[in-house]
């Protein structure tokens, strides 16, 4: 099928940057709100095309395959549910003064660029390309979480673009160092660069420097992924910049650096001679899930905890991958698309609970179910989710990794379940205390849009329930792929 | 013993210089001077960049020499200069780290990135092999710069320095794709660095190593 000249591809990426530079310049609230909407609502609809339409053949930039395809479709989904939920929490940050009309047109257009560069990272063909669209999300969302301009707000995102750069120097040296190994092979210039063609030749390439080349890679993504020793930037950036970036920092940021990771983890296993990036990877993930269980028993800002929450995810995702296999590849893919469906449903909760509540002090919060029931009963069965309990998606894939494991290394398994546990129990600990008791703090209305966060939450527990066949299929094909 | 040709002794020297330069960095404790040698270092690069344009006859080459030469060499440090005289810390003295210690650290990270990329590339051609392991000394060089200052600027430059690594290791992998691309990338992003800490009044670095500090700043405490 062919729709005239009509291109998804372009569409996903033009469309936002279209729209960055059109909110740049338009006043007013309203327009620019509902513009930024609607410009997410294209996006996601050019996105869904992308199955109806016949894939484009990967060209030197732009690749559409089965890794990839789903994730621009999560991603464009996530941008647009955020951009309603953004809408009706930005009017309250107006109503309150934090944002001034001047910044919130700047708003606007980093948030159309950050989806931009996200999409460009997802559908590149070229591993330079890819490291600049990761840089470009990274910036905006550097500028978004320093919005507010208080010392908190600067220093986190001071501290983030400090690690965020050192983070993307790094992948940039392991990535020159991929071109160096491709080059005796594939030939100079443009090739050297092209994932697909990398992949075809990727078994004569020069193990040693493809090791060297892979460990300066998951280092640099692997910091923006948010992994333990790597992670201090990740819960400033998410407690002090604007909830909906909060929101999609952990459900989509997280899972563009994951995915760049992903795409150089398929090339080092297609080399036979290159070690095996598993151990590395399970290590770190173990680590990552373990201390960020232990860190949030100590939080008391609410958003700092969901953070940490995310390390700890993202640690489960990494030692999926990292142990391999179609079936704990297949729970690692499972778990990237309900933490971010999971995640930024708790952050748009969490972003009018403390609005109303005026504070993300978790001890100033109590009661929610009473005074407000849609939000505080969206928090409990979203915290329900992200603990892992069943019948909501995320128990699901955690359940397919610790079984997966438990058959292969049962040692690892006991760490990542007591790490599991250990998360679990301090999230209930937070959730009862937030969500039930006698109410605390301000009993104002919400003027909250439910309908993003409830629609996450009703996908993340259809998931659960049923999956459906073609999308089984599709994570098995894609876990294949991994090897 | 291999034939030297002039091509190759004087990106070599080239290379190795930026490595020792990167070193200077290392004990410099007054800010203005450090910004001198940060401009000594990107002038460096510069000549690196532009004779590896002349040497692999690679034209696109040249527009990252001259990025190199007007916005790190002059525009950069002449700004930071101003910023730094502007922010009243042009007499700061900062020694987190003795000199010593930080030298020593210097030479084991050049021992090891020596070691390894000498190890790891044994079948590429030298001039590329070498290349490599003088910018893989560079970039650690910078990373260590990173972590043994306080005050932000000389972070900056510490940042910067390292990416001039990464533009020696860059330019020196022949034909590699994209290389001016992201040469202007990376210049953006410093140039963002720097307008923020001119707008912000960036003084000090704020990340600590020790997450209690954190954590009692934001009130987390208990």
Redesign the interface.
């Known amino acids: 099928m062919n729709l005239g000249s009509f291109d998804p591809v372009t569409a996903v990426l033009l469309i936002p940057i279209g729209a960055a530079a059109l909110l740049a310049v338009l006043p007013g609230y309203r327009l620019t709100a509902r513009l930024n909407v609607v410009a997410s609502l294209a996006t996601f609809l050019a996105a869904l095309s992308l199955f109806a339409i016949d894939r484009p053949p990967p060209g030197p930039y732009v690749l559409v395959d089965d890794l990839n395809i789903v994730f621009i479709l999560l991603n464009t989904f996530v941008g647009f549910t955020t951009s309603i939920f953004s809408a009706s929490y930005i009017a309250h940050e107006l109503e309150t003064g934090r944002l001034t009309p001047a910044y919130l047109r700047f708003y606007h257009a980093m948030y159309q660029t950050m989806m931009f560069g996200m999409n460009l990272a997802f559908v590149s063909n070229n591993i330079g390309l890819m490291w600049v669209a990761v840089e470009i999300a990274t910036l905006t969302t550097v500028l978004m979480v320093g919005i507010y301009r208080t010392h908190a707000a600067l220093e986190a995102a001071w501290k983030y673009f400090i690690l965020g750069s050192v983070g993307i120097a790094l992948a940039l040296f392991g990535t020159i160092l991929v071109y160096m190994a491709a080059r005796p092979v594939v030939g100079e210039g443009q090739d050297g660069m092209v994932w697909t063609l990398l992949i075809e030749h990727a078994a004569q390439f020069d193990p040693a420097l493809l090791n060297v080349a892979f460990v300066f890679l998951f280092l640099g993504y692997g910091t923006k992924v948010g992994l333990a020793p790597l992670h201090a930037w990740l819960p400033d950036a998410h407690a002090e910049g604007p909830t909906p970036i909060s929101a999609v920092l952990s459900g989509l940021l997280l899972n563009v650096a994951l995915y760049a990771l992903l795409r150089f983890k398929i090339l080092l296993a297609a080399n036979p001679a290159a070690i095996a990036p598993g151990p590395l990877m399970v290590t770190m993930g173990l680590v990552s899930v373990v201390f960020a269980a232990f860190m949030l028993y100590r939080r008391r800002d609410i958003k700092r905890l969901f953070a940490y929450s995310s390390i700890e995810h993202m640690g489960i995702i990494v030692f999926a991958f990292g142990m391999g296999g179609p079936l704990a590849n297949f729970a690692g893919l499972l778990h990237m698309v309900m933490h971010s469906l999971t995640k930024s449903a708790i952050f748009f909760a969490v972003g009018h609970i403390s609005q109303i509540k005026g504070t993300q002090r978790i001890n100033r919060i109590r009661g929610l179910t009473v005074t407000h029931p849609a939000l505080g009963w969206g928090l409990v069965v979203g915290v329900a989710a992200i603990a892992g309990l069943p019948p909501l998606g995320i128990f699901m894939s955690e359940f397919l990794v610790v079984t997966s494991t438990f058959a292969r290394q049962p040692l690892l398994a006991i760490v990542l379940v007591f790490g599991i546990l250990l998360a679990f129990g301090a999230l209930l600990l937070r959730l009862t205390s937030v969500a039930f008791g006698r109410p605390r703090g301000s009993t104002a209305p919400a003027e909250a849009s439910y309908v993003p966060m409830f629609a996450h939450l009703a996908l993340v527990l259809g998931a659960g329930i049923y999956l459906p066949a073609p999308l089984v299929v599709w994570f098995q094909n894609v876990a294949r792929l991994l090897g | 013993m291999q034939m030297h040709s002039l091509a190759f002794d004087v990106s070599h020297t080239l290379a190795g210089g930026l490595v020792l330069i990167s070193f200077m960095m290392l004990y410099q404790d007054r800010l203005y001077s450090l910004l001198n040698v940060f401009a000594l270092h990107a002038l460096v690069l510069a000549l690196s960049v532009a004779w590896q344009a002349y040497i692999q006859d690679a034209p696109h080459l040249y527009v990252t020499a001259v990025i190199a030469l007007v916005f790190k060499a002059l525009v950069i440090p002449v700004g930071l200069h101003r910023i730094v005289k502007q922010l009243g810390i042009h007499r700061d003295i900062e020694s987190a780290v003795g000199i010593g210690m930080t030298m020593l650290a210097g030479m084991g990270l050049v021992a090891l990135s020596m070691v ?2 000498l ?6 051609d030298p001039l ?1 092999r070498e290349d ?1 392991a003088f ?2 000394s560079v ?1 650690l060089l910078g ?1 260590l710069v ?1 972590v043994t200052r306080r005050n ?1 600027v000389s ?1 900056v430059v510490g ?1 910067m320095s ?2 001039n690594g ?1 533009v020696l ?2 330019t020196g ?6 290389v001016v ?2 040469s202007v ?1 990376f210049s ?2 410093i140039a ?2 720097v307008i ?1 800490i001119f707008l ?1 009044r ?1 003084r000090e ?3 600590s190593v020790d ?1 209690s500090a ?2 009692d ?4 405490r ?1």
């Open positions: 390894l990329m190890r790891v590339t044994a079948d590429a590329a490599l910018a893989l970039v990373l990173m932000a972070q940042f390292l990416e990464l290791a860059a992998a022949k034909g590699m794709p994209l691309e992201i990338a953006i992003l963002f660095i923020g912000f960036i670095r704020f990340d997450v954190l954590d700043f934001r009130g987390e208990r």
